[in-house]
């Protein structure tokens, strides 16, 4: 069974950055996509991020330009390099594995980012 851990959550200033890391325990291979979802109350979870294994990715038009989404295959770990962050980037993060990056199967936990002065 496939288990996501993500760490780099936090408080952080309007314009400042933040790195979020996501490792997968277990056996991905059944997995092309992975990535980050992210939610804020009220809302429907949206796509940020996600990268496949040939590493071809995908972003929310809102974070074009400021994110940046990685992957380590020898790892199973995913990054996402978070720049120049506004307020309405906070939400929970949700790393998750799909069988494409628009077809989430497997969720973690999440993590919250906080941008705020």
């Known amino acids: 069974q496939v288990r996501l851990v993500e760490s780099g959550g936090g408080l952080v200033q309007p314009g400042g950055s933040l790195r979020l890391s996501c490792a997968a325990a277990?056996?991905?291979?059944?997995?092309?996509?992975m990535g980050w979802y992210r939610q804020t109350p009220g809302k429907q979870r949206e796509l940020v991020a996600g990268?496949?294994?040939?590493?071809?990715?995908s972003y929310a038009d809102s974070v074009k330009g400021r994110f940046t989404i990685s992957r380590d295959n020898a790892r199973n770990t995913v990054y996402l390099q978070m720049n120049s962050l506004k307020p309405e980037d906070t939400a929970v993060y949700y790393c998750?594995?799909?069988?494409?990056?628009?077809?989430?199967?497997?969720w973690g936990p999440g993590t919250q980012v906080t941008v705020s002065s």
């Open positions: 990268i496949t294994v040939s590493g071809s990715t």
């Open positions: 998750f594995l799909g069988l494409a990056i628009t077809r989430p199967v497997l």
């Open positions: 277990g056996s991905i291979s059944s997995f092309n996509g």
